[in-house]
């Protein structure tokens, strides 16, 4: 009885301790589930449990206690040792009532305790230092490498979210961090300060078949660059000891760091002051990146030179690389490179041919491998002046009395070199006047505008009624003459006058088609015939603000037709009051004004038509991927009815079957998979329609091109052959692929692996031999892997079976005979036999049984009959 009390009063003791309210912690005694904290201090009060039922001396706690739950006399249930966390940890338990002569009065009941995580465990590196490194020139924020941690505090808290962050950067010269991490993923990288100022340590290049760090390699190198050479042997001479310690270093890099990052992790998400937190050291090292774009690279056209003439060169970081150029456009390609390389140009270019080549470098392993990402370098052909100015002869006129410095026309001339150029800047001037009267300065012409202007008033049209112009056009290396005449024509003191000023009222349906003619106008000009003072020009200048009519002009009959140049809709607008004017495309002289005389009406009204529906568009190209998500939204068709009327939508043609349209709003979706190999194109129609009246319907074309994306590989057409020993004729292997370009074709044929017996060397883009390099001594039959890539580096290994054996004379495998299955041996041939032997002894005696059996019957028989007698 003593340990109840002091159990009680350790409690309460513990509970003030830790701010825990007990009356919180009290109830009847009844199934529960309860929350512990884990590494709580003990003896920890959990809570107290109360009988209602009379008598109850004493309590009795059972299950899943582990030694470590208690519960007193007095219904405390508390723990004697500190529960740690675990994923789905939970004690269950059960508790009852008992008397003082230990019988249960009262339970049990169950009690489930779950263990509750608090953050006790700081993040754990995956290891306790990190390495790495990356190429100079890499682009910023691409991850180079990633450092990973974790917390053994419940995941699902906040104690075990963890946050990366760079605590160090040695060395930092500038005070600014080269190197970033993604604090959910620690993911390194640079940034774009590293980028722009991260350098490798000098080292020497090597080319192909150079091993880096080579004694003899680099003894070689040393004689080459360093002259006059000593005769001190290289293993004594400082300086060549020098290079060979640093190029020992170049390749262990990591041994000597560039950079090393302090890396450190917290938990509660790296919001908290009492987070948990570890560090780690990060050892970077920058190495050398050969693989850099040189580009823009500029060559001059037509240039002289001695072809193939070497342009740029390129090197990958691999000394062993191979090079190749892709074409990017379908136009000649002058270019070529070198296994080294060595980038060069076959011959001379025309910019005005083409000015820009793009230049896509791939640099591969032995097997087609890339080794680098595809470099793209660009290639300007700068302009020559090697084009003359062009021009045509021009035509202008101007009136007898234009006043000087009036603008009578510009001089057309063009030049084929580079626009904006010196090249093509063309500079202009007069060099003769035919005829001179009454000045041989009649007219002036703009250097650089090429604006004619008059420079003499006193134009005469009954002595000259023209004039012929020369003009020299320079572009500072060549010139080109060009012609110009200029007609003298009367003035202008005539305005045009229309038969009538009031045309009165036309009617037209609103559904008229384009181009259909409402009415025919004609003014008259009394100046001189056939110059620009008599033409007569019409424009509609109010009442149509939307340009929905025009006017053609008859040239013969001077009549102007006014047409529907856009359609009508009686719905915006039922109808137009048109103002044209007719106006002269030559000034009038000072003094005279166009007037009401030169300006006809004409009213224009519409007629209503019950229309159909109309789509905003009447055609639609709709580009999707073949791989479209199923159900998801290709396009909205867009449709109303001119009189408000409710409209629905029906789809037409969908002979896949792979198209659905809701009907209300014209939302058309996938319903099945889309394949480009199956079908390249739907042409599908889409009808809105009236649900009232007439019930009139319009119709939209909808063509889906499908794209093709990189679903199917290159597969061999033929899977097995074989070779005779005799000749051993390369196997052909044909691959197919029923994707379209640049996804199919031409196909990179390799074995995963180099065989010293096997060779494959391509023949044309879809085909490939397979040589048998050494005779073998026996027949074999051999499944070889063949790894087939399409353009776009997608494909996948197959095997091909190849049976290597000796041939008849027509080329075919001899097989010898054989014994065949089907022939029985001497032990299957007696048991056969003697099955047979005992089928005719049973026989014999079952016929031999049944004759004695019937001699007896006849034998009875005989008997009786000789009684009766």
Not at 74 to 100: C, F, K, N, R
Not at 616 to 633: K, M, R, S, Y
């Amino acid at each position: 009885m003593m340990r109840r009390p002091h159990l009680l009063y350790l409690a309460v003791l513990v509970s003030v301790a830790h701010g825990i309210g007990l009356e919180s912690k009290k109830g009847p005694l009844q199934n529960k589930v309860l929350d512990v904290p884990e590494a709580t201090p003990v003896p920890y009060p959990i809570y107290q449990f109360t009988s209602a039922v009379e008598g109850v001396s004493s309590y009795l706690v059972s299950g899943e206690t582990e030694g470590k739950i208690s519960i007193s006399s007095d219904g405390w249930l508390y723990l004697e040792q500190p529960l740690e966390w675990s994923p789905e940890e939970s004690h269950h338990l059960e508790i009852e009532a008992l008397s003082v002569d230990g019988e249960r009065l009262d339970g049990p009941y169950g009690v489930v305790l779950h263990v509750i995580d608090v953050n006790n465990n700081p993040p754990v590196f995956s290891s306790s230092q990190y390495s790495g490194s990356v190429r100079e020139h890499s682009p910023a924020g691409i991850p180079f490498l990633q450092v990973s941690a974790s917390d053994a505090d419940d995941p699902e808290t906040p104690n075990a979210h963890l946050r990366f962050s760079i605590e160090n950067q040695i060395p930092n010269p500038t005070n600014t961090p080269y190197f970033g991490i993604n604090s959910e993923n620690g993911e390194i990288f640079i940034t774009e300060e590293g980028q722009a100022s991260l350098r490798a340590r000098p080292t020497l290049t090597y080319k192909r078949g150079e091993v880096r760090g080579n004694a003899d390699v680099l003894k070689r190198k040393f004689d080459d660059y360093c002259t006059p050479k000593s005769l001190v042997p290289l293993e004594h001479n400082p300086f060549f000891t020098c290079v060979q310690r640093s190029e020992t270093r170049q390749m262990n890099l990591l041994q000597d760091p560039d950079y090393a990052l302090i890396v450190r992790v917290e938990d509660l998400g790296g919001n908290s002051p009492n987070a948990l937190s570890n560090t780690v050291r990060v050892n970077i090292a920058v190495i050398q990146n050969l693989w850099i774009n040189p580009g823009p690279v500029m060559i001059r056209e037509n240039l002289q030179a001695e072809y193939p003439m070497l342009l740029v060169s390129v090197r990958a970081n691999d000394p062993n690389a191979l090079y190749r150029l892709l074409q990017k456009e379908r136009a000649p390609f002058p270019f070529t490179v070198s296994e080294d390389g060595e980038i060069f140009v076959t011959g001379p270019l025309d910019r005005e041919e083409k000015d820009m080549y793009i230049l896509v470098v791939m640099a591969e392993d032995e097997q087609g491998v890339q080794l680098e990402k595809p470099m793209e370098i660009s290639v300007r052909v700068e302009d020559e002046n090697d084009n003359a100015p062009l021009c045509d002869e021009a035509v202008f006129e101007v009136q007898e009395n234009e006043p000087s410095g009036s603008v009578i026309g510009f001089l057309r001339a063009f030049d084929a070199d580079e626009e904006d150029s010196l090249n093509s800047f063309l500079n202009y001037s007069l060099r003769s006047q035919t005829p001179t009267r009454p000045s041989n300065k009649m007219f002036h012409i703009d250097q650089v505008k090429a604006k004619i202007q008059v420079a003499n008033e006193k134009f005469q049209r009954n002595e000259v009624p023209q004039y012929e112009l020369l003009f020299s056009v320079s572009d500072g290396v060549h010139s080109t003459m060009c012609k110009a005449i200029i007609r003298v024509i009367d003035i202008n003191n005539e305005i045009p006058i229309f038969e009538k000023n009031d045309y009165g009222t036309y009617s037209v349906p609103e559904l008229a088609e384009l181009g259909t003619t409402l009415l025919t106008i004609k003014a008259t000009d009394a100046d001189d015939p056939g110059t620009g003072s008599s033409k007569v020009e019409y424009h509609i200048t109010a009442g149509d603000p939307h340009n929905l009519f025009a006017i053609k002009l008859d040239e013969t009959t001077g009549e102007g037709t006014v047409y529907i140049a856009q359609p009508l809709d009686y719905e915006v607008q039922g109808s137009y009051k048109l103002q044209i004017d007719a106006r002269n495309p030559e000034p009038l002289v000072i003094g005279v004004e166009y007037d009401e005389r030169a300006t006809a009406v004409v009213v224009i009204r519409l007629v209503d038509v019950d229309e159909p529906p109309k789509f905003e568009v009447e055609a639609l190209n709709v580009n999707i991927a073949e791989n479209f998500t199923v159900g998801d939204l290709i396009m909205k068709a867009e449709a109303r009815d001119p009189e408000g009327k409710t409209i629905k939508f029906r789809l037409e043609g969908d002979e896949q079957g792979c198209l659905q349209l809701d009907v209300d709003s014209g939302e058309l979706k996938t319903k099945a998979a889309l394949d480009r190999e199956k079908v390249e194109e739907l042409t599908i129609k889409i009808i809105a329609y009236e649900t009232e009246g007439n019930k009139q319907e319009s119709e939209m074309t909808v063509i889906i091109h499908l794209q093709d994306v990189n679903d199917n590989y290159p597969v061999l057409q033929n899977k097995q052959g074989f070779i005779c020993v005799q000749k051993m004729t390369p196997l052909t292997l044909t691959a197919v692929d029923t994707d379209n370009h640049p996804f199919s074709e031409p196909f990179t044929f390799s074995m995963p692996r180099k065989s010293p017996n096997w060779e494959i060397k391509p023949v044309d883009g879809t085909s490939a031999q397979l040589i048998l390099k050494k005779k073998p001594s026996t027949e074999q039959s051999i499944s070889i892997p063949i790894n087939i890539k399409d353009n776009d580096g997608m494909g996948v290994t197959q095997k091909f079976d190849v049976h290597i054996c000796n041939c008849t004379s027509l080329g075919y495998c001899y097989i010898e005979p054989e014994a065949h299955g089907w022939k029985m041996g001497l032990s299957g041939t007696i048991g056969i036999l003697g099955g047979v032997f005992g089928f005719i002894v049973l026989f014999l005696i079952i016929v031999m049984y049944r004759i004695k059996k019937r001699d007896k019957k006849k034998a009875a028989a005989g008997g009786e009959t000789r009684a009766m007698l």
